[in-house]
């Protein structure tokens, strides 16, 4: 059974701090690339960081120089941490693991972020 498990939400003020975290099991981590999306109302899902089996990364424009991702192989663990939040950055965060060679993809629950003062 796979299962990714996000954690990490929770409200914070503009300009401060986060650290997401996605869990996974059920899966050979390493061979999947991991993905973090978020959804806000009224909104459809986006991309905001994707990170491949090496280790190389891109980011969504409204992102770039505030948000890290990062993963541990050795935890099948997925981070996500956001600098200087703005209350844009207000969403339902999703975690996605993606196997190119055989189209798997697995969606986490997701993790409310609040962005208010």
């Known amino acids: 059974q796979v299962q990714l498990v996000e954690s990490g939400g929770g409200l914070v003020q503009p300009g401060g701090s986060l650290r997401l975290s996605c869990a996974a099991s059920?899966?050979?981590?390493?061979?999947?690339?991991m993905g973090w999306y978020r959804q806000a109302p009224g909104k459809q899902r986006e991309l905001v960081a994707h990170?491949?089996?090496?280790?190389?990364?891109n980011y969504a424009d409204s992102v770039k120089g505030r948000f890290t991702i990062s993963r541990d192989n050795a935890k099948n663990t997925v981070y996500l941490q956001m600098n200087n939040l703005k209350p844009e950055d207000t969403a339902v965060y999703y975690c996605?693991?993606?196997?190119?060679?055989?189209?798997?993809?697995?969606w986490g629950q997701g993790t409310q972020v609040t962005v208010s003062s």
């Open positions: 996605n693991a993606h196997q190119p060679s055989s189209l798997r993809t697995y």
């Open positions: 059920g899966i050979i981590f390493s061979i999947y690339e």
């Open positions: 990170i491949t089996r090496g280790g190389s990364t």
